[in-house]
């Protein structure tokens, strides 16, 4: 089973703070279920890139080699487009996501 992550799962996995004990459990139960823990190629670096905490988009952006890369991805139609409208960046990396 492969589980693709967002930049905000990913930044609670990585970031140099303290954080609720569901994200490391969900890290353990992927790993001890042979999950494969990954991210999309064109979303993840591209919403870090716009994080103005520096240190953090740093640290992150460090980490993101030991989770595998989602390269077969589709692009979001046309139609897809249409349903999920797109109101800013965000909508935009996230739709690539989902489709």
Do not use: G, W
Not at 18 to 33: D, G, V
């Amino acid at each position: 089973m492969k589980i693709l992550i967002d930049t905000n799962i990913l930044i609670n996995l990585e970031d140099n703070k303290a954080f609720s004990n569901i994200f490391p459990k969900f890290y353990r139960l992927a790993i001890s279920n042979n999950c494969k823990i990954i991210y999309h190629l064109q979303a993840i670096p591209s919403d870090l890139k716009r994080d103005l905490n520096t240190i953090r988009k740093e640290i992150t952006i460090s980490k993101l080699q030991k989770y595998e890369i989602l390269i077969n991805y589709s692009i979001p139609s046309e139609n897809f487009n249409k349903i999920f409208e797109v109101k800013k960046e965000n909508d935009r990396i996230d739709n690539k996501q989902l489709f």
